[in-house]
């Protein structure tokens, strides 16, 4: 049965399935953003001339955002202004006619896949290492890198995101570690596992593989992943502001 929107109750509203939508949010930045990095029409039969409409929700605030036409809309990192920093995201994601009432496709309660861009695909957890602060594993069934931290220096994950010299420092070698492998794998982007890291990727502008008998291009390729890693986080910065703040200190 088709789901009533907000907009009008119209018929023939067409399910968007929620495996169609990747949706990222960046809680990392003194701004929260959101990105519509993917939204699979194929197969489907729908009018011309949509607009891609996204109602980005927490709390009991939401805040509605329009992307453009489902041709070209806007997948950057869209800045929200009306949301707090307390309670659950969700997001709809509706197409709609532009000056119009009439809701063609809709999708509700849309959860986002990763938080500050990378979650989804880089996990902090802690474990008994002995002498070792950390340790880095890829877990090719799961398309992700494990950030293991020594629970005798950290209790929890949030414990350890907090100390921005142990993220600062640690991070890039998880994403090195983790373009290394797929590097290496041909195909290994169009693997389900790998989705979020795939539109990751694609969302920071690297749309091509490495060439799988070229060692130099692979090296090349994860150079590239591991520089746009770092500046979507601006580590030097981070760091450099945690120094400055621990010799004021």
């Keep these: ?46 009018p011309p001339g949509l607009n891609v409409v996204v109602i980005a929700r927490r709390g009991n605030a939401e805040e509605r955002v329009d992307l453009g036409p489902v041709a070209s809309w806007n997948k950057g990192f869209i800045h929200l202004t009306e949301l707090g920093d307390e309670g659950t995201w969700s997001f709809r994601v509706l197409l709609v006619k532009p000056g119009s009432a009439m809701l063609a496709a809709a999708a509700e309660n849309i959860r986002p896949e990763g938080q500050g861009d990378s979650s989804s695909f880089i996990a902090l957890e802690p474990a008994d290492l002995g002498q070792r ?30 100390d921005k010299f142990f993220i600062g420092m640690i991070l890039p070698e998880a994403a090195r570690q983790l373009a290394a492998w797929v590097a290496r794998i041909p195909g290994a982007l169009a693997e389900p596992p790998w989705e979020a890291f795939r539109d990751w990727l694609e969302l920071h502008g690297i749309t091509e593989e490495p060439d799988e008998d070229n060692d130099d291009a692979q090296d090349e390729w994860c150079a590239t992943v591991v520089n746009a890693f770092c500046e979507r986080f601006q580590f030097v910065a981070l760091l450099r502001e945690a120094r400055s703040k621990g010799v004021e200190e």
């Design 133 to 162: 602060p950390w340790e880095i594993r890829v877990l090719e069934q799961e398309g992700r890198a494990v950030l293991y931290f020594n629970k005798e220096i950290y209790h929890s994950s949030g414990e350890a995101e907090a």
């Design 1 to 46: 049965m088709p789901r009533l929107s907000t907009l009008s109750n119209p018929t023939g509203l067409v399910d968007l399935e929620k495996h169609r939508i990747s949706i990222l949010i960046d809680e990392s930045s003194k701004r929260l953003a959101f990105s519509l990095a993917r939204l699979d029409l194929a197969d489907l039969t729908l």
